[in-house]
T-cell receptor
Framework: ETGVTQTPRHLVMGMTNKKSLKCEQH?????MYWYKQSAKKPLELMFV???????ENNSVPSRFSPECPNSSHLFLHLHTLQPEDSALYLC???????????????FGPGTRLTVL | TQLLEQSPQFLSIQEGENLTVYCNSS?????LQWYRQEPGEGPVLLVT?????EVKKLKRLTFQFGDARKDSSLHITAAQPGDTGLYLC???????????FGQGTTLQVKP
């Protein structure tokens, strides 16, 4: 496997279900991200992990819970979601430089989530 | 709040036509990137522009970064159905690595 992989690709869940999204990067990067992509809205950054430490949480509801066990894997645990949480959830990785500068994101194919 | 206004949001054209997508902001960016996202896939980086006034070409795609590094454009010559997708401009703000995303332009090229 190369690049960034995400599973599952599609997920349908009820509001009372608990599910998890998985992301794996094979690029040796030190940072991983979760984004939410909804129709006609800019990509929304949800969480950032840098060297396995969460460095950013953009006011995401607690029904979304991220987990980063190591620099290659990232999970998004979902529980008691709402229909408005239906969206494409994208994982990305990048190599963040200490000096800042270009931060190219390498995206996975996404998980299309539908909450009934 | 840093914003990137992308226009148009939707564009449907015939094969062979030319088009330009714009990305504008009141903020100055260290660099600006263009991504293309095809249906069912994640965004893929097309180009990064860094210097004010810079022009980069990728086959039929021409990217320009404004002199003041606040805006950018993507011009496609003789569009092909394979160009269909969502085009995203992404600005890198300051030295923090913070990315600012435009809303995206959905391009449909009909054969």
């Amino acid at each position: 496997e190369t690049g960034v992989t995400q599973t599952p690709r599609h997920l349908v869940m009820g509001m009372t279900n608990k599910k998890s999204l998985k992301c794996e990067q094979h690029l040796g990067h030190n940072a991983m991200y979760w984004y939410k992509q909804s129709a006609k809205k800019p990509l929304e950054l949800m969480f950032v992990y840098n060297f396995k430490e969460q460095t950013e949480n953009n006011s995401v509801p607690s029904r979304f819970s991220p987990e980063c066990p190591n620099s290659s894997h990232l999970f998004l645990h979902l529980h008691t979601l709402q229909p408005e949480d239906s969206a494409l959830y994208l994982c990305a990785s990048s190599q963040v430089l200490a000096s800042g500068g270009s931060n190219t994101q390498y995206f996975g194919p996404g998980t299309r989530l539908t909450v009934l | 709040t840093q914003l990137l206004e992308q226009s148009p949001q939707f564009l449907s054209i015939q094969e062979g036509e030319n088009l330009t997508v714009y990305c504008n902001s009141s903020s100055v960016f260290s660099s600006l990137q263009w991504y293309r996202q095809e249906p069912g896939e994640g965004p893929v980086l097309l180009v990064t522009v860094v210097t004010g006034g810079e022009v980069k070409k990728l086959k039929r795609l021409t990217f320009q970064f404004g002199d003041a590094r606040k805006d950018s454009s993507l011009h496609i010559t003789a569009a092909q159905p394979g160009d269909t997708g969502l085009y995203l401009c992404v600005g890198l703000w300051g030295n923090t690595g913070k990315l600012i995303f435009g809303q995206g332009t959905t391009l449909q090229v009909k054969p």
